[in-house]
């Protein structure tokens, strides 16, 4: 797939159908997830695939727990029910009640530098994490950059087995998606440019 159109037409995708996804496929789209850039050269990435179905329900149910805190009861619900969001809100209640039914979720994690996680940390594996995703959408395959499991962290990272040095950072559930792929709704890219300075802009 050319790049420009894996990239036009990647979009989140939270309603995935339960088929097995391939070895090879997953090999790949990992595989392209660590040539992303790292600072220094460091590559203080690990990812976790999970496929075990017992293990998928559980981290469903810390998902679930932490969208029922964020998004039912919690202070974001009235932005999210908003009639522009409906879509999305949908969507994303879609996956909070049916994240284990993916067929394989990757858990995206960095080591820590020092004590805690710096303010910095995410351009050490967020590029990491979109590459993975670019890869997964040549390849026909759907996924969406979730964190609400990280109201959890400690409990995943107990049923995971991941030391104390370690945090994780992004949660990917991937599948074939049921949903179909296409642009992105986005605002004009004139609208979020500026030229030189803040605020002025140009037209194409």
Do not use: C
């Amino acid at each position: 797939m050319d790049m420009f159109e894996a990239i036009g037409t990647q979009r989140a995708m939270r309603r995935l159908k339960p088929d097995p996804i391939s070895d090879e496929d997953i090999w790949k789209i990992l595989d392209a997830a660590i040539k992303a850039p790292s600072g220094s050269n460091r590559q203080p990435w690990n990812f976790i695939v999970v496929r075990d179905a017992e293990t998928k329900r559980k981290i469903g149910e810390y998902y679930l727990d932490a969208w029922n805190k964020a998004y039912v009861s919690g202070p974001v619900q009235a932005a999210l029910r908003e009639p522009r969001m409906a879509g999305v809100y949908r969507s994303a209640e879609h996956l909070a009640h049916h994240l284990a039914e993916a067929p394989v979720l990757i858990i995206a994690t960095i080591r820590k530098d020092g004590a805690s996680i710096s303010p910095t940390a995410g351009a050490s594996i967020y590029p990491a994490v979109q590459n993975l995703m670019l890869a997964a959408r040549a390849l026909g395959l759907g996924t969406t950059l979730t964190t609400l499991h990280k109201f959890h962290e400690e409990e995943v990272k107990q049923l995971l087995g991941i030391p104390e040095e370690v945090e994780t950072m992004a949660l990917i559930p991937l599948g074939k998606p049921k949903g179909r792929f296409g642009p992105p709704t986005r605002l004009p890219v004139e609208k979020v440019v500026y030229w030189e300075k803040w605020d002025e802009r140009r037209e194409r």
